[in-house]
């Protein structure tokens, strides 16, 4: 409970200081974006229906970072989410969310909408991932299945970017890399079988891949303080089973009642046979207290 209450009074702390830079055309560099902050506690006592006490929290950072001069465009956006719930029930606090995203996409204008671009993403986690059971006794414990750049990916390369405005957006890079990193403890152990952590061989640390990646970005406004983002990429490794393309789609929706309280819906699905076998989702929607939109 006291590592729940520190995370949310630290994250409280940090998001007031965060603050949006507004439009200015003659300004090179822009920032815009927000800081939310979402919290939820429930109690019972003597309810016949059943329930356990529970505190959670997850912080928020959604922001850009972009410069225009010229022909040249650079634009940046940083995700950043953390959450955790303490149950009466539980012995440990368990994360609700855990993720840290970053993009870099610089363009050069070629013709109408397009530009000869390079793009960046780096992805991973702030924090140690567990798979929970029981033991004999029925104890719960916890076995350490991943952590902080384990795994972490990075994604780069040269293509071509059509870009109509910040808000709507897609760039192709037929040549691009992706690294993927790991903690090489988790593929060292007896009978570890090649590629089965994150695709990643026995005793390494780090895979390598060339492919085809494809991103597509679209934000508008829908009605009267109700945004959503739709954050989309795809990638197909040529050097291994080009077929299976790793997908990962994002939409963030944002419903302002007031300057500083909306409704915030978070969405995520990712498809990376290296990691899992499936569709993995995520989805967090509450009532967020927001710093800087």
Not at 72 to 79: A, G, H, R, T
Request: charged share 20%.
């Amino acid at each position: 409970m006291k590592k729940v209450l520190t995370f949310l009074l630290t994250a409280m702390v940090a998001s007031s200081y965060a603050q949006e830079t507004p439009a200015d055309s003659t300004k090179t560099w822009t920032a815009k974006g927000n800081v939310s902050i979402l919290i939820n506690q429930s109690t019972f006592s003597n309810w016949a229906a059943g329930g356990e006490n529970n505190v959670s929290g997850t912080a928020n950072v959604n922001y850009d970072f972009n410069y225009k001069k010229g022909d040249v465009s650079w634009d940046n956006k940083l995700i950043a989410s953390y959450g955790l719930v303490k149950t009466n029930n539980s012995p440990f606090e368990k994360k609700t969310d855990d993720r840290l995203e970053f993009n870099s996409l610089l363009g050069k204008k070629a013709t109408g909408y397009w530009f000869y671009s390079a793009f960046l993403n780096f992805r991973t986690q702030f924090t140690k991932g567990y798979e929970y059971g029981t033991d004999a006794n029925g104890t719960e414990i916890r076995t350490e299945k991943t952590s902080f750049l384990s795994p972490g990916y990075l994604q780069f390369g040269p293509g071509m970017l059509w870009k109509k405005n910040d808000g709507l957006k897609f760039n192709l890079a037929p040549a691009t890399s992706k690294l993927t990193f790991v903690d090489n403890s988790f593929t060292s152990g007896p009978g570890y079988v090649d590629g089965s952590y994150f695709g990643v061989d026995e005793g390494k640390s780090m895979r390598y891949e060339l492919g085809f990646h494809a991103s597509g970005y679209y934000k508008a406004v829908i009605m009267a303080n109700v945004s959503f983002e739709n954050i989309l990429s795809l990638y197909s490794n040529y050097l291994e089973d080009p077929q299976n393309v790793d997908i990962d789609y994002q939409l963030n929706v944002v419903m302002k009642i007031n300057k500083y309280l909306s409704t915030n819906l978070s969405f995520q699905a990712i498809y990376d046979d290296n990691a899992f076998q499936g569709f993995q989702v995520r989805q967090v929607f509450g009532l967020g207290v927001n710093f800087g939109i």
